[in-house]
């Protein structure tokens, strides 16, 4: 696999070798001993989930105050861009973000530290994400802060108005959110 720290260094992007041929394709999705030399940690994982969107679906940005949440996520049916936020009030990159296109076809996959707000919109017609997580979901430490934020002034690569959950439609802006020390 390749490893590429984007702009924020703590943020990899991991794209993994993939065979392919007349059949279809191959590649190792995840291995323990390859993540951990690729961004230099030695996290554990402890859940996996799997989300369906459809267009214009945004989720995010999500993060856990208490308990916060080391994400590796992925694309396996059709296509996202995924941002990550740092919030880390002593990272000489807190408030910036980056963001990728993870696809289907691209077969890439981002690491989103602990510390970090996260969020994707929905470029496809349907996008089916997957993500590891460092720690178990906590309702009552999850935090979210608007995706519109003028502050953070998140380019998504997506026109129109995004379709929003009731909670994500509620995120607080950046200046007000919780983050951490």
């Known amino acids: ?60 940005l999500h993060y856990q105050i208490e308990q916060p949440q080391g994400k590796l996520v992925r694309v396996v049916q059709g296509a996202v861009f995924d941002v990550a936020v740092d919030i880390r009030k002593s990272s000489p990159t807190f408030g910036q973000w980056v963001g990728v296109e993870l696809s289907a076809d691209n077969h890439r996959q981002l690491w989103v530290p602990p510390g970090f707000a996260h969020g994707f919109v929905v470029l496809s017609d349907i996008a089916e994400f997957l993500y590891k997580t460092t720690d178990y979901y906590a309702p009552e430490h999850e935090r979210c802060i608007a995706w519109n934020d003028a502050t953070l002034a998140i380019d998504w690569h997506f026109e129109g108005t995004p379709n929003l959950s009731a909670k994500d439609a509620q995120g607080k802006v950046f200046t007000e959110a919780e983050v951490f020390a």
């Open 1 to 60: 696999m390749e490893a590429t720290r984007l702009a924020i260094p703590d943020v990899v992007l991991i794209e993994p070798k993939v065979f392919g041929d007349a059949r279809g394709f191959f590649y190792e999705s995840y291995n323990q001993r390859a993540f951990s030399q690729a961004t230099g940690t030695d996290y554990q994982f402890v859940q996996d989930n799997h989300s369906r969107s459809s267009k214009g679906v945004l989720r995010g």
